[in-house]
């Protein structure tokens, strides 16, 4: 895999704490191009791609470096349209023009995007640097920007996309804002990663869920390689996107619910997302002593819906990880099961939200999220809409909304919270904590292909 980008298959690693994306538009075309090939092939003077053969820190690196490209860009590098023409729908329209699709309504809406990010024909590249500081990251951003004279591209706005990892000062997990545990499902690939590590009751995924030009998960599909095959084979495509977190908003349903149903908080987090914030999950985990005694992080996803808990009452059915990844349950899309899994790299951004703190209290927050997958419209897209949005997996739960990230509206919003014994609670009228500030569809491409586009000539 020395010619996939980094952070695809495999995840950098802890050690990469701090991020920032780029998000640039290409000037002059001729010094772009000759920026990128010094990203691939250069003499370091220009900080180069980072490849997913080896974990950079064994490189002894202290950064990482990924570029994506968006269809815009790839025209603008000079990418005759012939080859522009074979990319799939959805990512030439760009995300901003999916926006009804995704959910990106309202106050989400491409209209109020921040940075640029709804001008989808002047952003052409995501550039994203992972440092294991603050000041790495600087560095080397600097230097992406004065490669090639400092002509090629420049940043659409002042806007900074930064992010740093958060972690539980306890467990030492990754944290999202929210407070939960973050990080521990992710599709484990045949030949890349060791089944027994983490075991997990779903199948090992190919590694067509990621990359393209290979078999997919779904049984004799592949997906289209954009052509000629040295650009598209070992891509892979990105949903970039900047959502912001209400936590004051959601701690303050989560409050609610205690002062109207007894209910404590924690329980409906864990309700609400499917795992207990500390990261176990309710199915191996159902009562807030169960989790509190579990200590086996090997076996976190060594679970299913489908035999013992067909009802949710354990796991309820609208639950974050339980709408986007069913596992083994019998949902209406039932060859989707696993065929819309992607891999998720999210860093958040903004402090970590502290009631107490009237300084950082009300600063934007929220998670800056990679959602990486081979196919944008049956893997993100089709997660996002169907799934996350209006719960089609499931007439038990169609017409609602995720409860942590969805497009809810409290006129109309509403979650069931199936229970033993006893008639499902059904919580209402909260609203939508995830609002989407900006977002881009990228391609990824191999090493090979990044060569390929520094050479064209047009
Ligand atoms: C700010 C927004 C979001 C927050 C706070 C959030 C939070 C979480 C948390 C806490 C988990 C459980 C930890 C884990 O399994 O690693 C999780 C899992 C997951 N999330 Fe999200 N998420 C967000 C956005 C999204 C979006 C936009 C998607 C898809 C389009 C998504 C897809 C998934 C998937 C596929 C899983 C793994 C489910 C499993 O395999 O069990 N998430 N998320």
């Known amino acids: 895999m020395r010619e996939v980008q980094g952070n695809i298959l495999r995840a950098y690693g802890d050690r990469y704490r701090a991020v920032r994306h780029l998000v640039l538009t290409v000037d002059d075309r001729f010094a772009a191009r000759r920026a990128l090939g010094l990203m691939v092939d250069g003499d370091r003077s220009t900080p180069d791609v980072t490849s997913g053969d080896r974990p950079p820190k064994e490189a002894g690196y202290q950064w990482c470096l990924n570029v994506g490209f968006t269809f815009a860009g790839l025209a603008a590098f000079g990418v005759p349209a012939a080859s522009l023409d074979t990319f799939p729908p959805e990512f030439r329209d760009g995300m901003a023009a999916r926006a009804s699709r995704l959910g990106d309504v309202g106050d989400s809406a491409p209209a109020g995007w921040v940075g640029g990010l709804a001008e989808t024909r002047r952003v052409h590249l995501v550039v994203t640097i992972h440092g294991w500081t603050r000041s790495d990251v600087d560095g080397v951003a600097e230097e992406v920007m004065a490669a090639a004279g400092g002509r090629a591209f420049s940043r659409l706005s002042d806007e900074t996309f930064d992010g740093e990892v958060l972690y539980d000062p306890v467990t030492r997990r990754r944290l999202v804002h929210f407070g939960y545990a973050d990080g521990i499902s992710q599709p484990r690939f045949v030949d890349v990663h060791d089944p ?94 169960q989790a509190e005694a579990f200590r086996d992080d090997v076996h976190l996803n060594d679970f299913d819906y489908v035999d013992g808990d067909p009802d949710g009452v354990i796991c309820p059915i609208g639950a974050h990880i339980r709408r986007t990844n069913p596992r083994g349950a019998h949902i209406v899309q039932r060859s989707s099961n696993r065929s819309r899994s992607l891999i998720r790299r999210g860093i958040p951004y903004g402090p970590r939200w502290d009631p107490g703190d009237a300084a950082t209290r009300d600063t934007p927050r929220g998670l800056l999220g990679n959602f990486l997958c081979a196919s944008l419209a049956a893997q993100f897209e089709a997660m996002q809409y169907d799934w996350i949005n209006l719960g089609f997996q499931d007439p038990r739960i169609t017409g609602t909304n995720d409860p942590l990230l969805g497009a809810n509206d409290p006129a109309t919003s509403s979650f069931t919270w199936p229970r033993q014994g006893a008639d499902p609670l059904v919580l209402r009228g909260f609203k939508r904590f995830v609002v989407t500030r900006g977002g881009a569809y990228t391609f990824l491409p191999s090493l090979p292909a990044m060569r390929w586009i520094a050479a064209q000539t047009e």
């Open 196 to 289: 027994s590590a983490s075991p997990d009751q779903l199948p090992m995924a190919p590694v067509g869920v990621v990359l393209l030009g290979y078999p997919s998960a779904i049984p004799h599909v592949s997906w289209n390689v954009p052509q000629p095959k040295v650009l598209g084979h070992n891509g892979t495509f990105n949903a970039f996107r900047v959502l912001g977190q209400d936590v004051a908003g959601f701690e303050g349903f989560l409050a609610a619910v205690e002062a109207k149903h007894g209910l404590d908080r924690e329980l409906t987090a864990a309700k609400l997302c499917g795992r207990w914030r500390s990261g176990v999950p309710l199915s191996l985990a159902p009562t807030a002593a």
